[in-house]
Each structure stands twice: as C-alpha cells, then as structure tokens.
C-alpha cells in the first residue's frame, strides 16, 4: 500500500489540475498525508490498518475542493492502481469506498 500511495501522491504532485493544493507541504506534512492516505486505503479495504485521521469533513473545511479536482485526482489513483496492475474487480471495491466520502470531500 505504501508504493501505491507514493506513486499517488507523485502523480498528485505533477498534475496541474490539482498540484497547487500540495505545494508548499514541508517534508512532516508530506509524511503525515502519505502515511493517513495509506492507514486510509488498508482500513476502508478490510485493514488490518486503522485510520486515525480526522473526518473528511473536518479534513477538507474550507478547502472548497471542485468536482473537476476531484475528477483529476481519482483519475490520478486510477492511473497508480493501473500501474500497479490491481485488478478491476479491486480497483472498483476501492473506488466506491472513497467514492463515498466524496459528499465530505467537494465543495467543503
């Protein structure tokens, strides 16, 4: 998971669409998202992982994130998850995981 979640972030972190959301992170908060996202990932997949992060809501207050960042950065996962050659079938369980935090993630 951790692989996957450096090549998301480094996918993140090159896409225009959403890259100015990450810049100025100082090397702490870079690890602390890597290390959320993947507690994230492993815990919505059946864990054995726990995320301790805050809430999404919480998390993306005020940020007022768009339908077309949002877009941008499930095609960036997808684009690591194809890299990584997870199958379709696990691809879609976890996109539909994250995809309902959506609703706490946009327009927040």
Not at 100 to 106: L, R
Request: with cysteine.
């Amino acid at each position: 998971i951790k692989q996957v979640v450096d090549d998301f972030v480094a996918n993140l972190a090159a896409d225009p669409r959403v890259n100015a959301r990450f810049k100025g992170l100082d090397a702490a908060k870079l690890t602390k998202l890597q290390t959320n996202l993947a507690d994230q990932i492993c815990d919505v997949t059946g864990g054995p992982c726990a995320y301790l992060g805050r809430d999404m809501k919480t998390e993306h207050a005020g940020m007022n994130i768009t339908e077309a960042e949002w877009n941008a950065t499930v095609e960036d996962l997808v684009k690591t998850l194809n890299k990584f050659k997870v199958e379709p079938k696990e691809q879609q369980e976890l996109l539909s995981a994250l995809g309902g935090m959506k609703k706490d993630i946009v327009g927040q």
